[in-house]
């Protein structure tokens, strides 16, 4: 018998997927801001909505109805993986590691058991961060790079939307600009062009 938990979405349900918007949400709107730090406090397993450096917040909605709420920010500074991958060495990476951003939040709000939600709200959105990020912060973004707790997800929507698996971190997060404290829980590392021919 076939997982229900992957099937294919009905007519009705493919009706909500077609009618998703995404915004990205103005860091100036307390009472929005609050209400995302709320959410991501009440349903993010990580429990807070804090990022580092330039960031960018994002509300994937349904007839005006908040459905997911996703978070961008600085890069991760040190990606042995990452680097080897991209072809950077240590110079390359100084200079270059602002055009990379870190999706580093990323919330399905409960309520809306639709197949496809979360793979269709990242598609949206990286088809806009780069844009996006240059308006907001004069550059674009070349390269996404997301961290999956394998011990809890599967990172099915990156999968499903061209993101490549690199492999696992070393098992610490970063606290600060350019500090780490070990959590012992290694992620998987995943990454996507930003552009086409980056």
Request: glycine share 8%; with cysteine; charged share 25%.
């Amino acid at each position: 018998m076939a997982n229900s938990r992957f099937r294919p979405p009905a007519p009705s349900e493919q009706e909500i997927l077609d009618g998703v918007q995404l915004r990205l949400l103005d860091p100036d709107d307390g009472p929005e801001r609050e209400r995302f730090r709320s959410l991501m406090e009440k349903h993010h397993y990580l429990n807070n909505d804090t990022m580092v450096g330039e960031q960018l917040r994002y509300v994937a909605e349904v007839d005006g109805r908040w459905v997911a709420l996703l978070g961008w920010s600085a890069a991760a500074n040190h990606l042995k993986d990452r680097e080897q991958w991209v072809g950077w060495d240590a110079s390359q990476r100084r200079r270059r590691l602002a055009l990379v951003a870190n999706n580093a939040r990323y919330l399905i709000l409960p309520g809306l058991d639709c197949p496809n939600l979360a793979s269709r709200v990242l598609a949206l959105c990286c088809a806009r961060l780069s844009g996006d990020w240059q308006r907001c912060y004069g550059h674009p973004v070349l390269l996404a790079e997301s961290f999956v707790d394998s011990q809890l997800f599967r990172g099915t929507c990156y999968k499903a939307q061209g993101w490549e698996l690199l492999g696992a971190t070393q098992g610490s997060g970063r606290s600060r600009q350019d500090y780490y404290t070990a959590h012992g829980r290694p992620k998987q590392l995943w990454v996507r062009a930003a552009i086409p021919k980056w």
